[in-house]
C-alpha cells in the first residue's frame, strides 16, 4: 500500500516536499510515480524514480521538481519549488515493481496506488 502526504497551501513561488510512504519489504525493487490531477482535468504524469534511481520528468516540472527515495525508510519524495498556480492538484504516488524507465510515465502501468494530497498554489 501506498500513501501520498506532505500536500498543502502555498504561494506562488513557494515549495513543498511529498511524501509517498510504501509498507510491505519490497519497496527497493518498486518504480514510483507521481502524478497530479488539475481541476477538471485528466490525471498527468509527472515525474519518477525507478529501483534503479532512473529519473524522469514531465517537461511542465523539469527544473522545478526533484524526486528521490530512502529505501530504508520506504519512502519516495517529491520535491517541489518554485511552484506556479497551473501546478494546483491533487497529486497521487502510485508504484510497480521493476517498472522500466522507458514506461514510467505511463498512468496505465502502475498497480499500486496512494489515495492522493492536495496541493494548492495561490498567486
Known amino acids: 500500500q501506498l500513501q501520498a502526504s506532505g500536500g498543502g497551501l502555498v504561494q506562488a513561488g513557494g515549495s513543498l516536499r511529498l511524501s509517498c510512504a510504501a509498507s510491505g519489504r519490497t519497496f527497493s525493487a518498486y518504480t514510483v510515480g507521481w502524478f497530479r490531477q488539475p481541476p477538471g482535468k485528466e490525471r498527468e504524469f509527472v515525474a519518477a524514480?525507478?529501483?534503479?534511481?532512473?529519473?524522469k520528468f514531465a517537461d511542465s516540472v523539469k527544473g522545478r521538481f526533484t524526486i528521490a527515495r530512502d529505501n530504508a525508510k520506504n519512502t519516495a519524495y517529491l520535491q517541489m519549488n518554485s511552484l506556479k498556480t497551473e501546478d494546483t492538484a491533487v497529486y497521487y504516488c502510485?508504484?510497480?515493481?521493476?517498472?522500466?524507465?522507458?514506461?514510467?510515465?505511463?498512468?496505465?502501468?502502475?498497480?499500486?496506488w496512494g489515495q492522493g494530497t492536495q496541493v494548492t498554489v495561490s498567486s
Open positions: 502510485a508504484g510497480r515493481q521493476v517498472l522500466g524507465l522507458s514506461r514510467a510515465s505511463l498512468l496505465a502501468e502502475y498497480i499500486e
Open positions: 524514480i525507478t529501483w534503479i534511481d532512473g529519473i
